[in-house]
């Protein structure tokens, strides 16, 4: 008898097209035997699916160097297909899983997750997602620093010199030399970025010659609030204020447009202090403008049972409606329950105290 495969995780990703190269949001799912991909989440049928078994996964990707967080899944016939997640912890959680499913799969097996309260020993197999949380740890990792530079200045950055020293107090490396090999499995991963020339020209040498082990060159966290200003005309290059709040949630959400009222993937960025929420669109590469921004100060943020303007729509659970304190509304529907109240949750307090 034939059991209905389980699914394993589900959400928004960006996938390159095999015909015309275009890159589009699809609703992602990934069960126990294979990938589905729907146009949209509400689609009863897919447009396309990818079986697991006999196939790979390639991440960090780095066919596309204007994208970052691309996946590269190969199948069993070598055909390949790109995928691109909002940010370096979702990569991380959906190549995790689908590396898991196909080894299950090759042994005969189902999938089941393990328990993520186990603890994750580094001593003689680095974890470089672990590394990277305990990096980004406000009181206890690498410093975030504005440094100036050929009459620029790099915010929310740090100097490589810097990546290794806190390498070597906390005891990860014994020495300098280990600390370059492992600070240039992070640049490689796309987990650390390159900030400026000097930095930018190393991290396309070799892999084991990517990091410089420098004060003169800068990094930054591949999700952090990083942004560099200066050496401009007038305002050109200079960052608006409402960029320069740190990034507290970032991630896909469903979102109504003002006049059509259709319905379009956006990845959203959320930065407290000032408190903005910025949406691009994520079939997009690099993108230094945001198709629009909201203003959270003093906003109002509320589950939606239903459309507020009480017109039938396909789009239905997991809505939530923001007011900013000019009264424009905004609604949006989250991939989850869970999605859906922290993404209020973060919203109200961003909202109470940030400017």
Not at 16 to 22: A, E, H, L, P, Y
Not at 99 to 128: C, H, M, P, V, Y
Not at 181 to 201: F, M, P, R, T
Request: hydrophobic share 35%; charged share 30%.
């Amino acid at each position: 008898m034939e059991v209905e495969a389980k699914v394993i995780r589900e959400g928004y990703l960006v996938k390159k097209g095999t015909v015309f190269n275009s890159w589009k949001a699809v609703w992602a799912v990934l069960l126990e035997d294979g990938i589905e991909f729907y146009r949209r989440k509400s689609d009863r049928s897919p447009k396309g699916v990818l079986p697991l078994k006999g196939s790979s996964v390639v991440s960090p990707c780095l066919d596309y160097s204007k994208r970052a967080f691309v996946f590269k899944f190969r199948t069993d016939k070598s055909q390949e297909h790109y995928l691109q997640a909002s940010y370096v912890e979702e990569r991380d959680a959906w190549v995790k899983d689908m590396k898991r499913a196909i080894q299950f799969i090759e042994g005969g097996q189902k999938f089941a997750r393990k328990s993520t309260r186990k603890s994750i020993k580094l001593a003689s197999d680095i974890n470089l997602g672990a590394l990277y949380h305990s990096m980004k740890d406000p009181e206890t990792g690498v410093k975030e620093h504005k440094l100036n530079k050929d009459k620029k200045v790099f915010n929310h950055c740090f100097a490589g010199a810097a990546v290794i020293d806190w390498l070597l107090s906390t005891n990860f490396v014994r020495n300098r030399r280990e600390g370059i090999l492992l600070s240039a499995a992070l640049v490689c991963d796309g987990y650390i970025q390159a900030a400026e020339d000097k930095s930018k020209e190393a991290a396309e040498q070799l892999a084991e010659n990517c990091f410089l082990d420098d004060s003169d060159a800068y990094y930054y966290f591949a999700d952090s609030g990083f942004f560099s200003e200066g050496n401009s005309s007038d305002d050109e290059d200079v960052l608006k204020a409402e960029f320069r709040g740190v990034i507290i949630k970032q991630g896909c959400l469903l979102k109504q447009g003002h006049r059509r009222k259709n319905w379009k993937v956006r990845k959203f960025v959320l930065r407290d202090d000032p408190a903005y929420l910025h949406y691009y669109n994520p079939a997009v590469g690099e993108q230094e403008e945001p198709l629009g921004s909201i203003h959270l100060r003093s906003c109002v943020v509320t589950a939606a049972d239903d459309h507020p303007d009480g017109k039938k729509s396909d789009v239905r659970g997991n809505l939530f409606e923001i007011i900013t304190a000019d009264e424009v509304h905004y609604l949006m529907q989250a991939a989850t329950r869970e999605e859906l109240t922290d993404w209020i949750k973060v919203i109200k307090k961003v909202a109470i105290s940030g400017k």
